[in-house]
């Protein structure tokens, strides 16, 4: 069974830019949490998906925005860019019944200069 | 709000040895998941162990192992016979069905010497 899988792996972007991340779950994985990596931070939720719907929400402004497709894959948007927004980007996927147990991708690692 | 504190931000110990990582946490919740996760280096986290809260007996994962204590909010793990693989980035978190989500605390940075 292939794993969660996030493109692209890397990017850069400028202060003002906007940019899509993209998360592809586990088959058969119906949620899709995004968190925010970063040295001083650890993991800061961001949201998640659940068939198409946004079930939670973590406490960042509106220029973080996201959706989910009807074949569980799901985007994540930033814009406005911001010095602060470089981070690693990390996507999981999990399936009930196991309540809280993620799999994670390896990340996307957005620098904003 | 639930909270996740891990009060180590590194530690170092020599190959072979036992080594304990701090968690604990705050919730109001009686029923909740507590898990351990690993982050190597450029590679992706995995769960190491979880916990479930009503569960008095520890988990134990192979050289893995965890020391619940409910009343006192404290969820350590312990890995024993430590081993060059081990050396990462170990995560604390907690799952409650109130806020339905799973908050991390901000991490260890292990490294295991040779």
């Known amino acids: 069974k292939a794993g969660v899988t996030q493109t692209p792996r890397y990017l850069i972007k400028t202060r003002g830019q906007q940019v899509t991340l993209s998360c592809s779950p586990i088959?058969?994985?119906?949620?899709v949490s995004w968190y925010q990596q970063t040295p001083g931070q650890g993991l800061q939720f961001l949201f998640e998906?659940?068939?198409?719907?946004?079930?939670n929400k973590g406490n960042f402004p509106g220029r973080f925005s996201g959706r989910q497709f009807s074949n569980s894959r799901s985007e994540m948007n930033v814009s406005t860019l911001e010095l602060g927004d470089s981070a690693l980007y990390l996507c999981?996927?999990?399936?009930?019944?196991?309540?809280?147990?993620?799999?994670f991708g390896e990340g996307s690692r957005l620098t904003v200069l | 709000a639930q909270t996740v504190t891990q009060s180590q931000p590194e530690m170092s110990v020599q190959e072979a040895e036992t080594v304990t990582l701090s968690c604990t946490y705050d919730?109001?919740?009686?029923?909740?998941?507590l898990f351990w996760y690993k982050q190597p280096p450029s590679r992706q986290m995995i769960l190491v162990i979880r916990?479930?809260?009503?569960?008095?007996q520890n988990a134990t994962e192979n050289r893995f192992s965890v020391n619940f204590q409910k009343a006192a909010k404290s969820f350590s793990l312990k890995i024993s016979d430590s081993q060059l693989g081990d050396t990462a980035m170990y995560f604390c978190?907690?799952?409650?069905?109130?806020?339905?989500?799973?908050?991390f605390g901000k991490g260890t940075r292990l490294h295991i010497l040779p």
């Open positions: 999981a996927s999990r399936s009930d019944p196991k309540p809280g147990e993620l799999f």
């Open positions: 919730t109001s919740e009686n029923n909740y998941y």
């Open positions: 978190a907690f799952f409650g069905y109130g806020d339905d989500k799973i908050i």
């Open positions: 916990q479930e809260a009503y569960k008095q």
């Open positions: 998906y659940f068939s198409e719907t946004q079930r």
């Open positions: 088959s058969g994985h119906r949620s």
